[in-house]
């Protein structure tokens, strides 16, 4: 057990978490790295350079002649994933904290070290990318000797391109941080602090022994869920599955045992053994619940059990996915999804489409509701239609979130404008360095899941980072806002909003629906109603469009090819009474400008 560290790394997205652990595997000769990195191994992960599902790998280092076991925990760096975060860091004992020379202290730096220091670990400050020629290492040294008020020299320059800085990084994580403690003659304890899905084996569920020591064949139950399992393999995971007679205290590793459905395996539940238990589960255990939802209806119609089979298989791996069975009167029959967040939600949209060949219309995202009647009783709501009629309702709560805005000084004025707008309450501001601050908001999360992250982006020129957490629901005065096409109210297109600016709003979803629905061979009205109130209009004229008639007759293959063209066109298109509306006006509200 003195020769196990276990330690993750957190960073800021981009600051070089993935370079540098490829890094390290390299120099242990854990793996050889040809190109790419190896540990996103999703696609879509590379791509949008994030780390989805965090994942764990043994490195074996030699220092002073003695053999250490080194466990890098991979943590997840997007806030939709934090509570999958807090579990990868609660299986450590200590904590790379790296910072881009060229950025600086960000958002998810500063909240990710809390996490850290929260779980009690030992912290190893790294300034990376000091190859690059904008590096300010003595100005990000000062914003991490102000941060977690160390010594500057405890701070190690690296850099994950060239290689420098990585010796002092393996060394450092041998010396300062603390091996593993637990009585490995106590019952067993083991911390699930992720899951992994392999097509062949089934849900691979990964932990950190506690206490105890738990051995193939072994008859376990998971705390959580109540549910019994054997043991078919346990073992540790290199660059593959190392299968081993047994997991001991402090040691992080695998369990194989027949799970088919990633929702049987819960991110922070506690695993022991059935005779002999463990007298309680491992603290901090959250079941994690989804925040924002949205409706997702196959275009064709008859795609509709081929859609519930994709979602089915989509969480297999996938635990946080929730659905269910919805109708709706302009869509048709489709589901109701929950996801974590935003960032979740378009990573499904994506998964969907490229991995399963699915044609969905996805509606605007809401967040989940708590509506009280005046009876007292609370329902939860995820979906604006499915809100009791407006004399039964006492009142309606929201989530909101505690957001975290890092930036530099000339970006405070519209970022503050934008926050208020949205209903946020400024809670304090603190400097990060220089001219650098920290903004703490309100907000309700309901406004971020609407166009707040593209404007924050775009007012401070890509200069702000922001991160966030759910804190609470909160009493909000929301009025629904219905959209009606020709008079027919469109279900798929209500939303709920601040009583405030819902006829502001109202009046920016019609002109916005005009650009979006193109011109038919009728007019169309679009109104936005609250209650049996019309608030705004728009038209959009009647056109008689002949494409053919340019062609002048002649050329029959250029006039079918020219049909052809129309009719793809529309595939993206869904009829909703007698006209014809694109997928992109679905999400029209989330481009309001
Ligand atoms: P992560 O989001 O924290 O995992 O960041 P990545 O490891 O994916 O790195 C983000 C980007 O920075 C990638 O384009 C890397 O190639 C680049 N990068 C990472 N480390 C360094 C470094 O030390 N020097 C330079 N010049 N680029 C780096
Ligand atoms: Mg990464």
């Not at 790394?9 to 993935?18: F, L």
């Not at 043994?58 to 002649?65: A, L, R």
């Not at 709003?505 to 002109?511: I, L």
């Not at 909703?576 to 029209?588: H, T, Y």
Request: glycine share 6%.
């Amino acid at each position: 057990m003195d020769h196990i560290r276990n330690f993750c790394i957190i960073a800021h997205i981009d600051h070089g978490k993935s370079t540098l652990a490829d890094r390290l595997l390299e120099y242990t000769q854990t793996i050889k790295i040809t190109e790419g990195q190896m540990l996103d191994d999703m696609d879509l992960e590379r791509e949008r350079g994030i780390t989805i599902k965090s994942h764990a790998i043994q490195m074996e280092y030699v220092s002073n002649k003695e053999k250490y076991i080194l466990n890098l925990i991979d943590t997840p760096g997007h806030v939709d994933f934090s509570y999958e975060v807090s579990r990868s860091i609660a299986a450590c004992e200590g904590a790379l904290l790296i910072v881009d020379a060229t950025q600086g202290v960000q958002a998810q730096t500063i909240s990710n070290l809390y996490m850290a220091i929260d779980h009690n670990l030992e912290i190893i400050p790294v300034i990376n990318k000091i190859d690059m020629p904008n590096a300010m290492p003595e100005e990000v040294e000062d914003e991490i000797v102000d941060l977690i008020g160390c010594d500057p020299e405890d701070i190690i320059r690296a850099s994950g391109k060239t290689g420098e800085g990585v010796p002092e990084i393996l060394e450092a994580i041998v010396k300062r941080i603390p091996a593993p403690k637990g009585d490995i003659n106590a019952p067993l304890q083991a911390l699930i602090f992720d899951s992994i899905f392999n097509s062949f084996r089934g849900i691979i569920t990964l932990c950190k022994v506690e206490n105890g020591v738990i051995k193939k064949g072994d008859k376990v139950k998971f705390v959580q869920t109540g549910m019994e399992y054997t043991a078919d393999e346990v073992g540790v995971l290199k660059m593959d599955m190392v299968p081993s007679k047994q997991l001991s205290t402090g040691e992080v590793g695998y369990i194989i045992s027949g799970i088919k459905n990633a929702t049987e395996v819960k991110v922070g539940d506690t695993v022991t053994h059935i005779e002999n238990p463990c007298k309680n589960a491992i603290e901090g255990f959250q079941e994690v619940k989804p925040m924002v939802f949205a409706g997702v209806y196959p275009i064709d119609p008859n795609d509709y059990e081929n859609l519930r089979a994709s979602l089915e298989k989509l969480q297999l791996n996938d635990a946080s996915l929730t659905f269910q069975p919805e109708s709706s009167q302009a869509l048709g029959f489709g589901f109701r999804c929950g996801f974590l967040g935003l960032l979740h939600m378009e990573i499904i949209q994506e998964r969907l489409d490229r991995e399963f060949n699915m044609d969905v219309i996805t509606t605007v995202p809401n967040v989940s509701y708590m509506v009280y009647d005046k009876q007292g009783n609370v329902k939860e709501v995820h979906n604006p239609s499915g809100l009791p009629d407006q004399t039964m309702i006492d009142h309606i709560e929201e989530p909101y979130i505690k957001a975290s805005i890092i930036t530099s000084s000339e970006y405070i004025g519209p970022i503050m404008t934008l926050c208020l707008d949205k209903r946020g309450e400024l809670v304090s501001q603190n400097y990060v360095s220089g001219n650098r601050l920290e903004l703490i908001f309100m907000i309700p999360l309901g406004e971020i899941v609407i166009d707040f992250y593209d404007k924050l982006k775009s007012i401070s020129k890509g200069y702000a980072s922001f991160d966030y957490h759910i804190d609470s629901f909160r009493p909000s005065k929301l009025a629904k806002l219905d959209i009606l096409l020709n008079g027919e109210p469109v279900d798929a297109l209500s939303t709920l909003t601040h009583e405030s600016n819902a006829v502001v709003f109202g009046r920016r979803m019609c002109e916005k629906l005009k650009d979006l629905i193109p011109r038919q061979q009728f007019d169309i009205a679009i109104q936005a109603a609250i209650g049996a109130k019309i608030v705004a209009r728009e038209t959009v004229k009647q056109v008689r469009k002949d494409v053919t008639a340019k062609c002048y007759g002649g050329d029959i293959s250029r006039k079918r090819k020219l049909l052809e063209k129309q009719k793809k066109g529309k595939k993206r298109m869904k009829q909703i009474g007698n006209v014809q509306v694109p997928q992109k006006a679905f999400l029209a509200v989330l481009k309001l400008d």
